[in-house]
């Protein structure tokens, strides 16, 4: 039977409750380490290293780089993982832009220490995204799932009908309005991320009638590619689906509401740091 452990740094521990959700792996796999229900301080040796939460502090560098040198193969889980997530906000310039232009800086302290993604320390084998990933993802990684299809993007996935005479002027604001629930969102005037996003997550939020937010990070498309080919390519959506103007547009996708996922897209492609390649993502 393999083993594996889960590995909490900074975070909310939601990635954690979403492993604990799923049950497929209990007589596939020994879950021999994870503080959220296994009490050990000690980190064994495993096939297979989760890692969730962003690097915080000194506490999460030592056991991260611990953690890591007693995997075969490790696993960066989770928007936190992979960006830094909400506690790496009042670190990123253009994320602080947003916020001061919208003349709230209380909102965005700039924290010491800084939130880090895992990989600013170690090299993870593949980068589970998602805030969380949903249970199916977590087996499918852990069960190297050979027959697991995701779809390119969650638009794929949310099977809401698009139409051609339905042209929004403006855009709904988020938890308003009366929502169809068999027609596209952005064709009902909502901000939705979908065509962008990477699927996989089987769209449970655009199912029920909320817009994507792009948790699950960029598509392959967008992958090491800076920030204006995204923005623009997220344009030209709404561009041709409504007839909202165009600056509308531009401010919502650089609003306060979108700023901790939709900006994690310009993560993966190496501004800082060595781009992610698409093949590591899953």
């Given at each position: ?54 690097v915080r502090n000194d506490e999460d560098v ?221």
């Amino acid at each position: 039977m393999k083993r594996f452990a889960v590995v909490q740094l900074s975070g909310c521990a939601g990635c954690d409750v979403s492993l604990v959700n799923a049950d497929a792996w209990v007589d596939e796999y020994k879950l021999v380490y994870m503080p959220l229900v296994v009490s050990t301080h000690d980190i064994p040796e495993v096939d297979i290293l989760l890692i969730t939460g962003g690097v915080r502090n000194d506490e999460d560098v030592y056991k991260l780089r611990h953690a890591v040198k007693r995997a075969q193969m490790v696993v960066a889980v989770g928007t936190c993982a992979i960006s830094g997530g909400v506690a790496n906000l009042g670190d990123r310039d253009e994320v602080r832009e947003v916020f001061l232009a919208h003349h709230q800086p209380h909102l965005a302290p700039r924290l010491l220490p800084k939130c880090h993604p895992v990989d600013n320390y170690v090299s993870p084998d593949l980068y589970l995204s998602g805030c969380p990933p949903t249970p199916e993802l977590f087996m499918a990684v852990l069960m190297e799932d050979q027959d697991f299809q995701a779809s390119r993007i969650v638009c794929q996935e949310c099977e809401r009908s698009k139409l051609r005479d339905m042209r929004p002027t403006h855009l709904m604001g988020f938890q308003q309005g009366q929502v169809d629930s068999e027609i596209c969102l952005i064709n009902q005037g909502y901000l939705c991320i979908g065509s962008s996003t990477r699927g996989g997550c089987r769209a449970p939020c655009p199912r029920a009638g909320h817009p994507c937010v792009a948790c699950r990070g960029p598509s392959d498309v967008f992958i090491e590619k800076d920030s204006e080919v995204w923005f623009g390519s997220i344009k030209r959506v709404f561009d041709s689906m409504t007839s909202v103007p165009s600056d509308e547009i531009e401010a919502g996708l650089r609003s306060p509401q979108l700023a901790l996922f939709l900006f994690q897209f310009s993560d993966y492609a190496g501004d800082d740091r060595a781009a992610r390649s698409r093949e590591k993502m899953f």
